[in-house]
Nanobody, 120 residues
Framework: QVQLVESGGGLVQAGGSLRLSCAAS????????MGWYRQAPGKQRELVAA???????NYADSVKGRFTISRDNAKNTVYLQMNVLKPEDTAVYYC??????????????WGQGTQVTVSS
């Protein structure tokens, strides 16, 4: 089993910055793709950014140029640096990982979510 724990959410004014972290632990053999999703009230969960193990990245159009995803494979951790935050970025942010356990069982895992609130 693999656990994902997010941290770094909070309340920030528009134009400000936050950095989210997500650390994976448990019976990990290797973590493949990792990503950040978000869900605002009344809306579907959407992909914000994703990163492969090799470091290739993908971003939602709405965050390109403002958010940066990165990872530290040695620490099984993924980060999301969020700059120039806007009120519409307000949501619960979830970490996601495609992981292979030590029992060679591959599955998709989610963190518990961290709230990001951007005030205008």
């Amino acid at each position: 089993q693999v656990q994902l724990v997010e941290s770094g959410g909070g309340l920030v004014q528009a134009g400000g910055s936050l950095r989210l972290s997500c650390a994976a632990s448990g019976s990990i053999f290797v973590i493949n793709d990792m990503g950040w999703y978000r869900q605002a009230p009344g809306k579907q969960r959407e992909l914000v950014a994703a990163i492969t193990r090799a470091g290739s990245t993908n971003y939602a159009d709405s965050v390109k140029g403002r958010f940066t995803i990165s990872r530290d494979n040695a620490k099984n951790t993924v980060y999301l640096q969020m700059n120039v935050l806007k009120p519409e970025d307000t949501a619960v942010y979830y970490c996601n990982a495609d992981a292979l356990s030590r029992l060679l069982h591959r599955d998709n895992y989610w963190g518990q979510g961290t709230q990001v609130t951007v005030s205008s």
